[in-house]
């Protein structure tokens, strides 16, 4: 699912950020930007690992009154530490690799170091914690030798080999049930060599190793001794890790601090400090950055002309690898049968949702894998809204009516685009009933046995360049995960598990868009867009973010 995004799935607007989460991605979504999953699920913005989406025929235009911001940030002075305050689009769970839900992704970013990471603005790598890094021609080994003397925080001792071999496997290792395991799909197990040189074996090639596991946060190493020590469990709540800022304090639903890291191997970074600020609406967020208690923040696409038009904010507006769709629950009784989802598929206005909620700034996608992505399906079937089709559909059902429920978050957008939605099936002969979250509630909503509940879902999960990375969490081991469908394709897994192992190309994009067509075929969903980043800050920010939109945050700077 961050999610990410940065992924991963997540209810409402910003999984997620699974990664972005998985997932849900975080605060890096299509229009509130959220992660995965992911985490990346990491993997999510309605139901999603990392972003937003969601309002009504006519959007609402009032600000919520009864969120509280934090005011107890100190501005720093020219003799105080450097802060940075960065909005995250709610609270974490935890912060660890293995078990992330979205929104964290951006406090794992920073917190753990991985053998290699990705370079700002750029879809390239580079050296993190390794001196040299390859990988056999056969595709089916790594070989590494870290840099010697780096310090886990707080007086954990040196990062080796051994650590990197737990964090690797105990990702892989289902019996830990990670909803990464994906990340680490074909791998067999990490040989230590000595203290610093180790191999990654795979049991066959794995064609996401250098784009969505090892330069992200399935990549990310924790330490050994300290999570044998204190449990899993502690150890998320108060993770230790060897990046450039520590874990310092958490105030859950108000603010988390982070500090430099005085024995950071790397570069120095601008900010002494960084301070993540958890506001789950859009609107909110975008009123905290103008009463100065935020630095930067995801915006709405309907708020950029007015944060354009104001001098004392910057914008940036990037393409999302968000994806954004309407789900259903083909396990449900009321949604098995194909007719009845040809009659939503059919009955829903997203030309509508995208005027309302997206302000006419994001196009309609079609289907997972967002363009210029590997994968990407130029053919995709372009549904439009058709009454007397739904109806038509509805009837074969042999229905004339019937009652859902529609789960989304308490977001404005989503809630918005809740009420669209609504108006829309009752054209058909479908009453939905909302159901609407607050963001840690809608996390849960679909995970293990209380997805078997689920109707309809607004979700969104934003990605990695890479197509696997969108269709991992819709395999048949992640119903009750992230695949809150619950819809089960043997042909699809069986596609996933040979493209994710395909080197070449050509050959690995013709089985994505087949895939592809197998969603399509079994109408799981109804897709609404992959939108687009759009973030803001103050003019004394210089913001670092990925081609498509996701901040790394460990190298924003400032200027006076």
């Known amino acids: 699912m961050s999610a990410q995004d940065e992924s991963q799935n997540i209810l409402g607007s910003s999984k997620i950020t699974r990664r972005e989460f998985l997932k849900l991605l975080g605060i890096a979504g299509a229009t509130a930007g959220m992660a995965a999953c992911a985490s990346q699920v990491t993997p999510t913005s309605a139901l999603n690992p990392t972003a937003g989406a969601a309002p009504t025929s006519v959007p609402p235009t009032a600000v919520p009154t009864a969120v509280v911001v934090p ?109 990464y395991q994906s990340d680490w799909a074909t791998l067999d197990h990490v040989e230590v060599i000595d203290k610093y040189n180790g191999k990654i074996v795979l049991k066959e090639p794995f064609a ?11 990549g990310r190493i924790v330490c050994k001794k300290y999570i044998d020590e204190v449990g899993v469990d502690k150890a998320k709540m108060a993770p230790i890790g060897s990046g450039p800022y520590i874990f310092d304090n958490w105030t859950p639903n108000q603010k988390l601090v982070m500090k430099r890291n005085p024995e950071y191997y790397g570069p120095t970074f601008y900010y002494d400090e960084v301070h993540f600020i958890p506001i789950a609406d859009t609107q909110a967020a975008e009123v905290a950055l103008q009463a100065g208690e ?63 909620v997206y302000f006419g700034q994001a196009q309609p996608e079609y289907a997972i894998i967002p363009p210029g992505v590997l994968g990407y399906w130029q053919d995709a079937p372009k549904y439009q809204r058709d009454v007397a089709k739904a109806k038509d559909f509805l009837s074969k059902a042999g229905l004339t009516k019937l009652d859902l429920t529609y789960t989304t978050t308490t977001g404005t957008e989503d809630k918005a685009q809740a009420e669209i939605i609504q108006q829309n099936l009752a054209e058909v002969g479908i009453n939905v009933t ?74 690995r994009a013709a089985m994505y868009v087949k895939m592809q067509q197998l969603w399509d075929k079994d109408v799981i969903s109804v897709w609404v867009t992959n939108g687009t980043n759009a973030s803001a800050f103050k003019p004394t920010i210089i913001p670092a973010l990925t081609p498509h939109g996701q901040a790394q945050v460990w190298y924003f700077k400032g200027s006076a």
């Open 294 to 356: 935020i630095d930067f923040t995801n915006i709405s696409l309907g708020s950029v002309e007015k944060f354009q038009a104001d001098p004392n904010f910057k914008v940036e507006l990037r393409p999302s690898l968000f994806y954004n769709w309407i789900g259903m629950n083909v396990e449900n009784p009321k949604l098995s049968d194909i007719n009845v989802r040809e009659a939503i598929r059919y009955g829903i206005d997203v030309n509508q949702i995208l005027a309302a």
């Open 434 to 507: 909302i159901n609407a979250l607050d963001p840690s509630s809608a996390w849960q909503a679909g995970m293990g046995d209380n997805g078997k509940n689920i109707e309809l879902y607004n979700s969104g999960f934003s990605m990695y360049a890479d197509p696997g990375w969108a269709t991992m969490w819709f395999t048949c081991d992640q119903v009750g995960v992230w695949n809150w469908m619950r819809w089960c394709s043997k042909d699809f897994d069986t596609l996933h598990a040979q493209a994710r192992s395909e080197l070449d190309t050509v050959k």
């Open 71 to 179: 005011t107890d940030t100190p501005a720093p002075t020219p003799a105080g530490p450097k802060i940075l305050k960065f909005r995250l689009a709610g609270d974490i769970p935890g912060v660890d690799p293995a078990f992330m839900v979205g929104v964290e992704t951006f406090v794992i970013d920073i917190v753990y170091s991985g053998l290699i990471y990705q370079k700002p603005d750029s879809e390239e790598w580079t050296n993190d914690l390794v001196e040299k890094i390859e990988q056999a021609a056969d595709g089916l080994s790594v070989t590494f030798k870290l840099k010697e003397g780096v310090k886990f925080h707080k007086g954990y001792g040196e990062v080796t080999a051994d650590d990197i071999k737990f964090s690797f496997e105990r990702i892989a290792n289902p019996e830990n049930k990670s909803p």
């Open 208 to 218: 996401m190793l250098w784009t969505s596991t090892l330069p992200v946060n399935s």
